[in-house]
C-alpha cells in the first residue's frame, strides 16, 4: 500500500509565500509523474502542476511564474513553492502521483489535501 501526505498549508495574507511538501510512502516499486491539484470553494477540481519522471513541468497559466513545483526522487517528495499568492489561489491544494509496479503498469493516487487561504 502506498500512501501521499501533503504538508505545509496555512492562512498567509495576498503577496506572501507558502511551500506546500508531499512524501510518497509505503511499498514503492517505482513512480512516473507527480503534480498538484487544487479544488476551490465552488469550483470543480484543476491541475495546477506536475512534473515527469525525467523533469518535464507543466503549469496552469493561472500560477505561470508565480508557482514552481519541484522533486526530491531520492526522498519519495514533491514541493510547490507558491509566491505571489492571490485570495483566488485559496484552495484545498492535492498531491497526486502516479505509482509504477513490477508488471509496468501504473496507478494514480492522491493525498487528502492540505487548505491554503489567502487573505486580500
Known sequence: QVQ??????GLVQAGGSLRLSC??????YSIGAMGW???GPGKQRELVASMTSRGSTTYADSVKG??????????????LQMNSLKPEDTAAYYCNAQFGSSDGSFYPSWGQGTQVTVSS
Not at 512524501?23 to 514503492?28: D, F, R, V, Y
Not at 526530491?72 to 517528495?77: L, R
Open 66 to 79: 508565480r508557482f514552481t513545483i519541484s522533486r526530491d526522487g531520492a526522498k519519495n517528495m514533491v514541493y
Open 23 to 28: 512524501a510518497a510512502s509505503g511499498s514503492i
Open 37 to 39: 491539484s487544487r479544488q
Open 4 to 9: 501521499l501526505v501533503e504538508s505545509g498549508g
